[in-house]
């Protein structure tokens, strides 16, 4: 038989051991409902079991000549150099927004060749540096 203060330790230890457990499944269920996962237009043509009302993020390159701005819309297509989605958005575009550059759209699919964006994420390289920063740079330069 265990004396009174380990079985005390054993049970507390046990307790918290749970405690822990249940915290980890509850957070990484959490995560995993607000999760957006990015997908190529490829991914979106192949998947047959897409849910349309679900948010996801559609990401590639700015198919160059399809950019078409029209009063508070703007249309294009993004290409993965298989295939394509074409998106429309209305919104503020981020400075780095260009055909034949990098962007990631979330928003949801209206089928699997039209995708309405509700957010606009411009892509960048490594060496980018925002304008600004440039612009001082060559002030400081001088």
Excluded: C, W
């Amino acid at each position: 038989m265990l004396p009174k203060k380990v079985k005390k330790r054993a049970s507390l230890l046990v307790v918290f051991l749970s405690i822990s457990v249940i915290g980890v499944i509850l957070i990484l269920s959490a995560l995993n409902k607000n999760l957006l996962y990015f997908n190529s237009p490829t991914d979106i043509k192949i998947n047959q079991d897409i849910d349309f009302n679900k948010r996801i993020r559609v990401g590639g390159m700015v198919k160059k000549n399809t950019l078409k701005i029209k009063d508070q819309e703007i249309r294009f297509i993004i290409t993965d150099f298989k295939n394509e989605i074409k998106v429309s958005f209305k919104g503020t575009i981020p400075n780095l927004f260009a055909e034949g550059k990098g962007v990631v759209a979330e928003g949801k699919l209206q089928d699997k060749k039209f995708f309405i964006a509700d957010r606009i994420l411009a892509k960048h390289d490594e060496n980018y540096m925002p304008p600004e920063l440039k612009n001082m740079m060559k002030e400081d330069v001088k």
